[in-house]
């Protein structure tokens, strides 16, 4: 049952993976700080997700899964 569960997971993680190619945050950095006055800049950031991670989960999960049938 376990082996089912993550055969799933992992499956639904490499669809997600080839979905959106990375993941994307917002980072504020500070750029001006004299006395009481302060500035500060919006970043965006991206950590890319290569697709060979995604295939890998995707096998990964089917593999999982045609382990569990076979038992």
Do not use: C, H, W
Request: net charge positive; glycine share 12%.
């Amino acid at each position: 049952m376990n082996t089912k569960i993550l055969g799933i997971a992992l499956i639904i993680l490499g669809v997600v993976a080839f979905a959106y190619q990375g993941i994307s945050y917002t980072t504020q950095e500070e750029v001006l700080d004299i006395g009481s006055l302060k500035a500060t800049v919006e970043k965006d950031k991206t950590i890319p997700l290569p697709p060979i991670i995604g295939a890998a989960a995707l096998i990964g999960g089917i593999v999982l899964l045609l382990g569990a049938r076979k038992s």
